[in-house]
């Protein structure tokens, strides 16, 4: 019999989650024009320090270039998130403190959150905890573009 491991089943749907919100459709870059102001909804999945800078600062880029920015802090990306990550994370939390006053929006998966023991009062100020109507309509807005880290 093979035993059920929540930890695998949590990788599994972060892979899932990950592979859908990275597919496009069939056409190439090329044939696709670029909108100017598309929004970008960066999910970040990781907590290794160097991914998660590459991320938030590229956000932070296209933000100031007039991309509306969302980003998604799912699975070990919530870790970034806790006040208790500040000795590791100092740098991304600058970052995303940055973020938020340039008018990004920074939303933490729940069930993450709670299978990892992060409590809502353990956020960074101005992160929002997700729920279905948030992240769906940062998600599915028209022209939205995705990237995961």
């Known amino acids: 019999m093979i035993r059920s491991n929540p930890r695998t089943h949590l990788a599994l749907v972060a892979l899932l989650l990950s592979i859908l919100l990275s597919a496009g459709t069939s056409a190439t870059a090329a ?3 670029a909108v100017e102001g ?6 970040l999945i990781n907590d290794d320090p ?41 740098l991304h939390q600058e970052l995303i403190a940055e973020l938020l006053t340039a008018g990004a929006k ?16 353990d956020l960074l100020k101005g992160l929002e905890v997700g729920k279905p109507e948030l992240t769906g309509d940062a998600l599915f807005a ?5 990237l995961t880290w």
Do not use: W
């Open 31 to 33: 044939e696709q024009p």
């Open 38 to 43: 598309a929004p970008l909804f960066i999910n």
């Open 50 to 90: 160097h991914r998660a800078n590459m991320a938030l600062s590229f956000g932070k880029n296209q933000l100031a270039l007039g991309h509306p920015l969302t980003v998604f802090l799912n699975d070990r990306g919530v870790f970034i998130a806790a006040k208790q990550g500040a000795e590791r994370f100092g």
């Open 106 to 121: 920074v939303i933490v998966c729940p069930m993450c959150m709670k299978y990892y023991g992060i409590a809502e009062e």
């Open 142 to 146: 028209p022209d939205t573009r995705t």
